[in-house]
C-alpha cells in the first residue's frame, strides 16, 4: 500500500497543522482513519464465559466487508512504529496488545490488508477454541482475532500446526489484546510468538484524514477551519485525543460546520453534549460508573486521589444499595485485584477520560476528560433528564475537602446547576449552605456569586443574596460575603458594595461568629486589590462610613485596613496628595485600626513599611508626612501608642525621625514641622 503526497494548497492536514501551530506529516491518500467509526474494534464489547462455566461457544466467523475494508485503508494513519509491526506479521501470527478505542483494530486490518489490491479478511470470533480451528486452504488473506477470553490458553503445539497452516494458505493471523502490565513478556515467553504494543496515531492527522476523505468541497473545509477562534481548535482535538474521537469531531464538523453553517462555538457545544448524553446513559445502571463520571465533571484537572476520594463520598451518600459494586471483570475474566472493582483504566475508557502523569512528579498525576466542554454539558444532560439526582448532589458537594481548588470546583458545579435547572435548583442551596461542613458557605457563595448573571438563574440568585444578607443565620450571611469575593462570581460593584453594606449594618448578629468578620474582611481586600483607582476610593469612603456605625463593622474596618495600606504605596501616595477627602478617610481608617488592640500591630507594621519605603523617595514621604499630620490632629489614643513604640524602639527601626516629629507635635499640640 504506498503513499503519495496531497497536492500543495488543498491539504486538509497540513492546514490543520499550520492552525495547530506545529508541522504534520504527508496524509495517505490511499490510507484509512485510525477510529472507532470506520470499524468496529473500538467498540468492541468483550463477552466472557460465565463463571465456572467451561462448555465451548458456537464458534463465528466471516469476511470484513469489502467497502468496509476499503474506507478503513482509505482513510487510515499509519501509527507509530508501523513499519516494525509489518516485519513482525512475517511470522505468521501476531499478536497486538492496545487499549480499546485507539484504533487497535483499524491498525490491525491494514496490517493485514497491505500490499494487497484486493485483498480478503476473516474477522473470527474471539472464543475460537484454537485446538480446533484452521484457515481456508486459500483465498483469504488474514485473519483478525479479537479479545480472545484466555490468550494463554494456546498451545506450543497448536501454535506450531497454525503457523503450518496459515504458511501453505498464504495467510496471516493477527490476536488484538487490550494491554496490561507485564502482558507483553508473558505472551512472549508463553507463545514465542512477536508481540506487537499498538500506539494511537496523533488526533490531529486522522481529523484531517477523515476529514479530507468525507467532504467533496476541501475550499470548504479549510474556510471553516480558518474562521475558527483562537484556542477552538485545541479544544476539539486536545492533545492525546483518542482517534474515535478525532473521528467523531471530523464527523461533527463536516455535518454540522461545513454543510449545516454551525460556528465552532456550536461544534464543540454539539459534540460534548452528545459525549455526555453516552456516557450518562452508560452509568445510569451503574452507580459506581456514575459516581466516577460525576466526580471526573466536577474535580477533572485535580489529583487522581480527590476524584476517587470524592466518588467514593458520593457512593457512600447515595446509600448502601447503591454502594454495593457489582463483580466487574477485567479484559481477561477477572475482577480487578480479587476485590470486585472495576479496573481504573477501564473506568476512564467508559467515561471518555485519561489518567495525565509525569514521571517523579506525583503532582501531575491527574485525572480529566478528553473534551473538557463535556464536564458543562453533563449537567445540562443530567438536570434536562435526572433532576431527582439534585438534592443528593447538593449535599455531596457542600464537602468537597478544604483545598481551594476543590472548593472552587464544586461551587462551580452548583452554578452549573442552577443554570441548567433556570434556578430551580436553587431551593437546595439553603440546605447546602448551612451543612456542617466548613467549606459549605463558600461553595454556596461561589454558586450564588457565578449565577446571579445568568438570564435564567439570575433573579433567583439575586433574591437569595438580599434575602440572607439580613439574616440572623452566620452561614449564609457568610454565603453573600463569599458571593461578593471578586475571584468568585460576577456580582457588580455596586450590588457588592450595597450587600456588604447590609452586613455592616446588621452584624451584631454574628459578633460572635469570626467566619463573618473574616468574609467580609477578606472580600474588601481582595476588591480594593482587584480594582482600579476609582472602586478603590469607593471602598474606602464606604468603609470610611460604615465605621461611624457601633458594633460589630468597626471590627471588621480595622482588620481589613491595615492589609490595604500594604498594597501599592504609590496609589496611596498619589491619593493622599491629590484628594482631600480620601486622605481624611485614611487619616480616620488608620486611627481606628490603632486604636483596636487585635489590629495595632498590623497597623504598626503597615506605617514602619510605608516609614522603610519613604526613605529617599521624596513623593512618598511628603504623603506619609501628610498622613501623620491627619493622626496628630485625630489624637487618638492607638496613634500616640504607635508613636511611643517606635521612639523607644531600636535605632535601626524605620520612621524613627518622623515619629519623632509627630510626638512633638503631639506633645506641644502644635502641628508637626515640615521636614526640608
Not at 189 to 200: E, N, S
Not at 381 to 401: F, K, N, T
Amino acid at each position: 500500500m504506498g503513499t503519495s503526497e496531497i497536492p500543495q494548497g488543498r491539504d486538509l492536514d497540513a492546514l490543520v497543522a499550520a492552525l495547530a501551530g506545529r508541522e504534520m506529516v504527508v496524509v495517505a491518500p490511499h490510507g484509512t482513519v485510525n477510529t472507532g467509526l470506520v470499524t468496529g474494534g473500538q467498540r468492541h464489547t468483550v463477552s466472557h464465559p460465565a463463571d465456572g462455566g467451561t462448555a465451548a461457544r458456537p464458534m463465528r466467523q466471516g469476511p470484513v466487508r469489502a467497502k468496509h475494508l476499503e474506507t478503513a485503508r482509505r482513510r487510515f494513519v499509519p501509527p507509530p512504529r508501523f513499519k516494525d509491526a509489518l516485519a513482525a506479521l512475517d511470522s505468521g501470527i501476531t499478536v497486538l496488545l492496545g487499549e480499546p478505542g485507539t484504533g487497535r483494530e483499524t491498525h490491525a486490518l491494514n496490517l493485514l490488508a497491505h500490499g494487497g489490491e484486493e485483498p480478503v479478511l476473516v474477522q473470527v470470533d474471539g472464543a475460537v477454541n484454537f485446538s480446533r480451528w484452521g484457515p481456508r486452504a486459500q483465498g483469504v488473506h488474514g485473519y483478525l482475532v479479537m479479545e480472545p477470553p484466555d490468550p494463554f490458553a494456546l498451545r506450543a503445539w497448536e501454535l506450531s500446526r497454525l503457523e503450518t497452516t496459515l504458511a501453505e494458505a498464504g495467510a496471516r493471523l493477527i490476536i488484538v489484546l487490550t494491554d496490561a502490565p507485564g502482558l507483553a513478556g508473558a505472551l512472549a515467553d508463553h507463545l514465542g510468538m512477536p508481540v506487537v504494543h499498538h500506539h494511537p496515531p496523533d488526533a490531529r492527522k486522522v481529523f484531517s484524514a477523515h476529514l479530507a476523505d468525507a467532504s467533496s468541497n476541501e475550499e470548504a473545509c479549510a474556510g471553516w477551519l480558518r474562521a475558527l477562534e483562537p484556542g477552538q481548535l485545541d479544544e476539539l482535538l486536545p492533545e492525546g485525543l483518542p482517534p474515535r474521537y478525532a473521528a467523531r469531531a471530523a464527523e461533527a464538523v463536516l455535518r454540522l460546520g461545513i454543510e449545516g453553517g454551525a460556528t465552532g462555538a456550536e461544534v464543540l457545544h454539539h459534540v460534548a453534549l452528545a459525549e455526555s448524553a453516552e456516557v450518562i446513559a452508560r452509568a445510569q445502571t451503574d452507580p459506581a460508573l456514575r459516581a466516577d463520571l460525576l466526580a471526573v465533571t466536577v474535580y477533572g484537572g485535580l489529583h487522581r486521589s480527590v476524584v476517587t476520594e470524592r466518588a467514593r463520598d458520593l457512593l457512600h451518600l447515595a446509600g448502601p444499595g447503591e454502594e454495593r459494586e457489582t463483580g466487574i471483570r477485567s479484559a481477561y475474566g477477572h475482577s480487578a485485584a480479587g476485590t470486585g472493582r472495576r479496573p481504573w483504566p477501564e473506568t476512564l475508557r467508559l467515561l471518555g477520560a485519561y489518567r495525565a502523569q509525569c514521571a517523579g512528579d506525583a503532582t501531575t498525576d491527574t485525572v480529566s476528560f478528553f473534551w473538557p466542554a463535556v464536564s458543562e454539558a453533563v449537567w445540562e444532560v443530567l438536570c434536562r433528564d435526572h433532576m431527582d439526582l439534585v438534592p443528593l448532589l447538593h449535599s455531596w458537594l457542600a464537602s468537597p475537602g478544604s483545598e481551594e481548588g476543590q472548593v472552587e470546583r464544586a461551587g462551580r458545579a452548583v452554578a452549573a446547576i442552577a443554570v441548567a435547572t433556570g434556578g430551580r435548583s436553587l431551593e437546595y442551596l439553603r440546605h447546602l449552605a448551612l451543612s456542617p461542613s466548613p467549606p459549605a458557605p463558600q461553595v454556596a457563595g461561589w454558586c450564588l456569586g457565578m449565577a446571579v448573571q445568568d438570564p435564567a438563574a439570575g433573579r433567583a440568585a439575586a433574591d437569595l443574596l438580599e434575602q440572607w444578607s439580613l439574616t440572623t443565620e452566620a452561614p449564609l450571611r457568610e454565603t453573600v460575603a463569599h458571593a461578593c469575593h471578586p475571584d468568585r462570581g460576577q456580582v457588580t460593584e455596586e450590588q457588592v458594595l450595597w450587600l456588604l453594606g447590609r452586613l455592616m449594618t446588621t452584624q451584631d448578629h454574628d459578633t460572635d461568629d469570626p467566619s463573618v468578620v473574616a468574609a467580609v474582611a477578606e472580600t474588601l481586600v481582595r476588591r480594593f486589590e482587584a480594582g482600579d483607582s476609582d472602586a478603590r476610593t469607593t471602598v474606602l469612603h464606604r468603609m470610611r462610613d460604615w465605621t461611624r456605625s457601633e458594633g460589630a463593622s468597626t471590627v471588621v474596618m480595622t482588620r481589613c485596613f491595615p492589609k490595604m495600606v500594604s498594597k501599592d504605596l504609590t496609589w496611596w501616595s498619589d491619593q493622599i496628595l491629590t484628594d482631600a477627602e480620601l486622605a481624611s478617610s485614611t487619616v480616620q481608617l488608620a486611627a481606628h485600626a490603632l486604636n483596636e488592640s487585635a489590629t495595632f500591630a498590623a497597623m504598626r507594621d503597615a506605617l514602619l513599611d510605608w516609614c522603610a519605603e519613604a526613605a529617599g523617595a521624596e513623593h512618598r514621604a511628603q504623603a506619609l508626612s501628610e498622613l501623620l499630620d491627619g493622626l496628630v490632629t485625630a489624637r487618638q489614643p492607638g496613634f500616640l501608642r504607635w508613636l511611643l513604640a517606635v521612639d523607644r524602639g531600636p535605632e535601626a527601626m524605620p520612621g524613627k525621625e518622623s515619629a519623632a516629629r509627630a510626638l512633638a507635635a503631639w506633645r506641644s499640640e502644635s502641628p508637626v514641622p515640615k521636614s526640608d
